[in-house]
C-alpha cells in the first residue's frame, strides 16, 4: 500500500518561478526521499531526509520533513524546462530492519517556456 | 561506477503467452533487489525484494514470479500473461537507503 500522498497531483508554473510539492505519510519513518521520474523513464534519486532532520537543501532544491504532522515539501527555485517531471516522495518505515520504501502517487510538474 | 539494466526497453505480448524481464547490476556486490510496477499516472509498486541469491520476498498477490540465479542479476517472470500485468516495470538496486533505478521495460498484454 501507498504510505506517501502527494499534492497536488500536477503543477504548471512558468519558467523562473518556484514549484512547491507537498507529501504526507501515515506512519513513523526512518527517512523520507524525494524521486524525480521523467516521461517514460525509470527514477532519479533527488534528495534523502532522516527523521532528525527539518531541512535540507541540494542545489535548487529545498526538503522540509515536519514529524509532527507526518509531511514532506520539496521546493524546486528557479525553475527550468528540464524540471518538467513527475516528482515522487518515498518513505522508509521506522522500527524495520529492511529498506524497502513506499512511494506516493506523484506530482507532475510542467514547466513552461 | 554502478549500472543497472533492463531488457527489453518495450514488449507488447498476447494473453496467456510466458513472460521474462531480465535486470542487471554492475559495479556493485551484493546489493539488494526489487521489482516494481507502475500503472499509468500512478506511483510505483513494489512487486518482489531481494536480499541476496535465491531470498525472494514477494510484496503483493499476484500472477507473476521473481527469481535471482546470481548476486546481480533479477528475473521477472509469469507462466500466463493477463490484461492486467500490462504496465512499466522498473528494477532497481540499493546499499542502504537510496534506490537506483533501471530504465525500465513497458509491458502491454494485448
Known amino acids: 500500500s501507498q504510505q506517501g500522498e502527494e499534492d497536488p497531483q500536477a503543477l504548471s508554473i512558468q519558467e523562473g518561478e518556484n514549484a512547491t510539492m507537498n507529501c504526507s505519510y501515515k506512519?513513523?519513518?526512518?527517512?523520507l526521499q524525494w524521486y524525480r521520474q521523467n516521461s517514460g523513464r525509470g527514477l532519479v534519486h533527488l534528495i534523502l531526509?532522516?527523521?532528525?532532520?527539518r531541512e535540507k537543501h541540494s542545489g535548487r532544491l529545498r526538503v522540509t520533513l515536519d514529524t509532527s504532522k507526518k509531511s514532506s515539501s520539496l521546493l524546486i527555485t528557479a525553475s527550468r524546462a528540464a524540471d518538467t517531471a513527475s516528482y515522487f516522495c518515498?518513505?522508509?518505515?521506522?522500527?524495520?530492519?529492511?529498506?524497502?520504501?513506499?512511494f506516493g502517487a506523484g506530482t507532475t510538474v510542467t514547466v513552461r517556456a | 561506477s554502478q549500472t543497472i539494466h533492463q531488457w527489453p526497453a518495450t514488449l507488447v505480448q498476447p494473453v496467456g503467452s510466458p513472460l521474462s524481464l531480465e535486470c542487471t547490476v554492475e559495479?556493485?556486490?551484493?546489493?539488494?533487489l526489487y521489482w516494481y510496477r507502475q500503472a499509468a499516472g500512478r506511483g510505483l509498486q513494489l512487486l518482489f525484494y531481494?536480499?541476496?541469491?535465491?531470498?525472494i520476498s514477494s510484496e503483493v498477490p499476484q500472477n507473476l514470479s521473481a527469481s535471482r540465479p546470481q548476486d546481480r542479476q533479477f528475473i521477472l517472470s509469469s507462466k500466463k500473461l493477463l490484461l492486467s500485468d500490462s504496465g512499466f516495470y522498473l528494477c532497481?538496486?540499493?546499499?542502504?537507503?537510496?534506490?537506483?533505478f533501471g530504465p525500465g521495460t513497458r509491458l502491454t498484454v494485448l
Open positions: 532497481a538496486w540499493s546499499r542502504y537507503n537510496e534506490q537506483f
Open positions: 506512519t513513523s519513518i526512518n527517512n
Open positions: 531526509i532522516r527523521s532528525n532532520e
Open positions: 518515498a518513505t522508509v518505515p521506522a522500527f524495520r530492519g529492511d529498506y524497502k520504501l513506499s
Open positions: 559495479g556493485t556486490s551484493n546489493p539488494n
Open positions: 531481494s536480499v541476496g541469491i535465491g531470498q
